[in-house]
Structure formats: C-alpha cells, structure tokens
C-alpha cells in the first residue's frame, strides 16, 4: 500500500529540507482527503516562517545554524511518527498515539488535529529534539551558548504569533473546518491571544524540561524525566480530545456568529 512518505527523505537535516518534506506531505494528504493533513498544513506554515529568517543575514536568530538543524530533527521526529502511523506500529508516547487516533475519527475538528499535533509534537518531540541539537553541537556545558539558544527558542513564539491567522485561514479554506473559519473573519485578535498564551506555556515548559534533562547525569533520573514529559503530554492530549469539546464549540460557533 502507498504512503504519502513514499520516495521522500526521511531525515530531513536543515529546515529547508523540512520545509520541502512538510509541503509535499501535505499536498499528498489533502489530495486523498487525509484529516492529517490539518497538523501538516499548519506546522509547514511555522517552518517555512523560521527558514526565512535563518536565510536572512539581519535575522532573529542569534544561531540560524542550531535552529536550521533543530528543525530539521524536530520534522524527522514528526516522520518517525507518522511511519509508524502508516505501518499500524505502536507509537512511542501517548501524546502522538491520541493524536493519530483522533485524526482518524469523524467526529474530530481540523482545528481539534492541528491542536493534538502541535502538542504532542511540542510538549514531547520539541524537547527530546532540543535537547540533542544542545548535545551535538557542544553546548550543553556553556551557560552563554545556553542563554543564546533560549533566545532563539523564545524567538519562535513570534513567528508563532504571525501565523495563527494564516492557521485559521488555512484550516478553514483548505480543511473546512468552520469553527476556525468563524475565528478567522470575527475574532482573530481573541483567537491568537488565547493560541499564543497555550502556545508559550507550552514552551516554556519544554525549556525548563530541557534544563532538567542536561542537569541529570543518571540514566534513571533521564528516564524519570522522560516519564514525566510523556506523561504530561499525554493528558493535555486527553483533554484536546474528549468528546465533549464537540459539544461545547457549538455555543461558541453561535455566540461569534452573533457577534457578527
């Protein structure tokens, strides 16, 4: 059976590479009507916002060459899962099994399987994938290098901002999700503050598991740690996914229909 992963690089070093992969992906996925391609669609919009700034000399980055190479991990990661999805594989971490599994439900929203793949892909994969770009570039012993890899870390969370709007158009246009179209044309401001104050929180967290992760020289504590991360990502994952929610968008949709 074909996959939409068929014939591409599955190790994307650059996030060039990832932003290439990502855009093929997608375009596969949206022509058969794939509901994954709602994460796909919008995680491709970050990447190619962070590769533009990489290319420019007066970018955001104060280390384009460390970010490049994180998001070129971070969309191997991505792969990895979705490999795994496509072989009927078991994955790795709760966060990423809820999440497939929703995106193969009717009754889950586009905006609903973006939602579950940028957490599991944040609160799990971003910080396993941080935390060995720091190791293979040396740097997990230097408090300045450190200091300057937050920066850029924290420097996402912009680019981040810029594109909920295009998100919710996307999702909308390309996905027919309603509930992101509503947000897009009536409350766009309110849709990307409450985004972006998920969003942060979420990275925020990740840095701190970061730290804590170089900090641990036992295995055990290592381990420890990794429990912890794929515990709580999974029960973010539970909440984006309960049933419920279906429920309660309704009043909402009609609320911001009236406000119109």
Known sequence: MSSCIDGLSLHPKSVHDAAVVLDTVTDR??????????FTDVYGIVTRAVAAQVERPDGMFLEPSWISRLAGRFCERYLATFRWCEQGAAQDCG?????YASASSRLALPVQNALLGFNA????????GIHATIIEFGHDRDPRMLARLKHDHDQVNTLLRGAVVEALARLYGRHGCRMSGIL????????????MELLSRWRES?????LALLAAR???DRAALS???????????????????HHAHRPMLRALSSAA
């Open 184 to 195: 897009h044309n009536f409350a766009p401001e309110l849709a990307t503050r409450v985004a």
């Open 227 to 245: 429990a912890g991360i794929d515990q709580r990502s999974t029960r973010v994952a539970q909440l984006l996914a309960l049933p419920s929610l």
């Open 29 to 38: 996925l949206v022509a058969a009507g794939d509901p994954r391609a709602a």
């Open 95 to 99: 966060a990423w099994r809820i999440a």
């Open 218 to 220: 036992r295995a055990s």
């Open 206 to 210: 990740v840095w701190t598991d970061v």
């Open 121 to 128: 892909h944040i609160n799990y994969d971003l910080v396993f």
